[in-house]
């Protein structure tokens, strides 16, 4: 009988972009099962509500288990070894995009296997292509009236131009 190999990919994912995307196809290549955990970070500042995130993961990820992983997406504000735990992950999946990314990522995995030394991580360098998203520079371009559709899917795009607008409609009635 074969242990199921359940992995995990945490990040705020707001929004979830074309990076995220690439790390998650290629995360299903390695577990039976992949739960994308979903941070509650209020220190983060999050544009979308945890509902929005979650909900918008799940209409990205829906299709990318590509009949190699079963993929679920679930919310946490624990630590992330703790929630790791609780979903039987043995390993962590994150994306590096740059060298600036390894340093932080680099402490992390230290005192995560201090907290517990049964879940590995593994490091999934992003897609050339990719490297340059992040959703805190996409949110920016978007506030800024730039186009984001290389960066994210067309329904993450209109839900995060939509946003900007309402944002933008908000700040420009507090001037008035």
Not at 18 to 35: P, Y
Not at 84 to 106: C, K, Q, T
Not at 107 to 113: D, G, I, S, T
């Amino acid at each position: 009988m074969s242990k199921t190999r359940v992995g995990l990919y945490p990040g705020t994912f707001d929004p979830v972009t074309l990076g995220h995307v690439d790390i998650i196809k290629r995360a299903v290549k390695l577990v039976d099962h992949l739960v994308l955990g979903v941070a509650i970070n209020a220190s983060k500042d999050p544009m979308f509500s945890l509902d929005e995130r979650v909900s918008m993961l799940k209409a990205e990820a829906e299709s990318l288990g590509d009949g190699r992983a079963t993929i679920e997406v679930r919310p946490f504000a624990t630590l992330l070894v703790k929630f790791a735990e609780e979903v039987g992950a043995s390993v962590i999946i994150r994306g590096l995009r740059a060298v600036s990314d390894f340093e932080y990522e680099f402490q992390m995995v230290a005192m995560n296997q201090r907290l517990s030394s049964e879940i590995e991580t593994v490091f999934l360098m992003a897609d050339p292509r990719h490297q340059a998203i992040a959703s805190r520079l996409v949110k920016e371009i978007a506030m800024l009236g730039g186009d984001i559709s290389a960066f994210t899917t067309p329904a993450v795009a209109d839900a995060l131009l939509k946003r900007c607008q309402e944002q933008n409609m908000k700040h420009n009635k507090g001037r008035a």
